[in-house]
């Protein structure tokens, strides 16, 4: 089945850097690919994702790149903020049904 | 406003005492799932609805059971809790293929 790997566990960013989060996966069939951003007591919410016919999509100061060749794909967040802190998870939705996430990446901005 | 809503936001029980959990939806998405999110953990989907058809995880313990009696709700029942089940709930839906899942907010079940 589908495994993804997420890194790095923590990052520490001055506010206004970029920050950078690296999902590696296993499946050649999964086809889609959300990352979600889960703050303190709630649920995760879905902040960019992209689908496998796609290299690169943005918003705002989110984007997210995609190698399929290589089974991975990347989060960058520019210009960061202090709201920006949170725990980021990546997934990837594999040939069946199911999301498989990453483990995470607890973001912490320095103001 | 929100979208997946669930109650209560905190339920406490005792061992062993039987527990609801509830997650309603304003989105008509006929999946939804049921997600368990320990501390620090990503979230580890139980089972999910696909309309009325219940599909179950494997490794989803027999303790754990779920009902969906329309497209709105969807209640997951834990019928005997252990300590070890203590853990936010998440319940999500989507429509059906490569889309988004959408969260609520979870339920923090804490077991005495």
């Known amino acids: 089945g589908e495994n993804v790997e997420q890194h790095p566990s923590t990052l520490s960013v001055q506010e206004g850097d970029s920050a950078v989060i690296k999902c590696t996966y296993s499946?050649?069939?999964?086809?889609?690919f959300p990352w979600y951003k889960q703050e303190l007591g709630k649920g995760p919410q879905l902040i960019i994702d992209?689908?496998?016919?796609?290299g690169e999509k943005k918003d705002q100061r989110i984007a997210v790149t995609l190698n399929k060749t290589a089974k991975h794909f990347s989060l960058h967040i520019t210009e960061t903020q202090p709201e920006d802190s949170a725990v980021y998870f990546c997934?990837?939705?594999?040939?069946?049904?199911?999301?498989?996430f990453g483990s995470g990446t607890r973001l912490l901005v320095r103001p | 406003d929100a979208m997946v809503i669930q109650n209560p936001r905190y339920q406490v029980t005792q061992f062993g005492k039987p527990v609801t959990l509830s997650c309603s939806q304003t989105l008509n998405h006929n999946v939804m799932y049921w997600y368990q999110q320990k501390s620090s953990q990503a979230p580890k989907l139980l089972f999910h609805?696909?309309?009325?058809?219940?599909?179950n995880e494997a490794d989803t313990p027999d303790n754990f059971q779920s009902r969906r009696p329309n497209t709105s709700f969807c209640f997951l029942d834990i019928r005997s809790p252990g300590l070890g089940d203590a853990a936010m709930y998440l319940c999500?839906?989507?429509?059906?293929?490569?889309?988004?899942?959408?969260f609520g907010d979870g339920t923090r079940l804490s077991i005495l």
């Open positions: 499946d050649s069939a999964s086809n889609y």
């Open positions: 609805y696909y309309d009325k058809d219940f599909n």
């Open positions: 999500a839906t989507s429509r059906e293929g490569p889309q988004p899942q959408h």
């Open positions: 997934a990837a939705r594999d040939s069946s049904y199911k999301l498989i």
């Open positions: 992209i689908r496998s016919n796609v």
